[in-house]
């Protein structure tokens, strides 16, 4: 117990555990209906309407990091959870296999944070890979709005380009704003670029779009400019 104990409440191990408690406490407040279960969502993965120039872009990058590992669709407050739980269990065995020499309080600190990050890519991984699989579960379970309810809504490009083989953005839900991959066949649409959802690409998971001022001016067959 005394060995455990060194190593999970030494550094970085205690980081990814005080993390990972905060999220349990998040878990607990939301179980008691403090606060909504998707509040993490819309803060972590927000449209950046209101945000600032720079994060915006970081959390465009986010979302767009999540679709490109194929866990577009699952809570944020799942993948958080189970990422510092991984993060934390690699960290452990981490420090455990490489030894801390005593007296060297800089040098400890060095090995410290590369550990840190070594566990947070390994947490990563091993994420992607426990949670890549339970995207047709969480589809089933609260499935997201369907090509119906999103045909004609708009939205914005938020990675570089939008064109026939990549690209992703942000689509106005009336929410909190819905992240979702985008292609253009037509034309490169380049990032800031209002768009319109005009059919949807199921073998891809994706959306056709054109940009607005192009939906605007003229008329594509079997859809109306949103109002």
């Known amino acids: 117990m005394s060995a455990f104990l060194h190593y999970a409440l030494g550094f970085p191990t205690f980081i990814f555990g005080a993390l990972l408690l905060c ?16 509040s993490l969502d819309q803060w972590l993965l927000f449209d950046g309407s209101d945000h600032a120039h720079g994060v915006e872009h970081s959390v465009s990058a986010l979302a767009g990091l999540l679709l490109k590992v194929g866990l577009g669709g699952i809570p944020a407050t799942v993948i958080l959870t189970v990422l510092l739980l991984m993060s934390w269990l690699a960290s452990y065995v981490l420090c455990h296999l490489v030894p801390m020499p005593e007296g060297w ?3 400890n600190l060095l090995i410290g944070s590369a550990l840190a990050v070594a566990a947070l890519v390994l947490g990563f991984a091993a994420t992607v890979v426990l949670l890549r699989p339970l995207r047709g579960l969480v589809a089933r379970i609260a499935p997201p709005e369907t090509p ?19 690209g ?3 689509v106005d839900d009336g929410g909190g704003g819905l992240n979702v991959q985008m292609r253009s066949p037509d034309r490169d649409l380049p990032r800031g670029t209002e768009i319109v959802l005009i059919e ?21 067959p079997g859809l109306q400019p949103p109002v």
């Not at 939205?155 to 939008?162: F, I, N």
């Open 23 to 38: 999220m349990l406490l998040y878990w607990l407040i939301a179980l008691l209906g403090l606060v909504e279960t998707d």
């Open 105 to 107: 309080a800089w040098l």
């Open 148 to 166: 119906q309810v999103l045909l004609g809504r708009t939205g914005l490009v938020r990675s570089g380009v939008v064109n026939a083989t990549q």
């Open 168 to 170: 992703y953005g942000s």
């Open 200 to 220: 949807h690409l199921p073998v891809h998971n994706a959306w056709r779009v054109v940009s607005k001022a192009e939906f605007d001016g003229n008329e594509i």
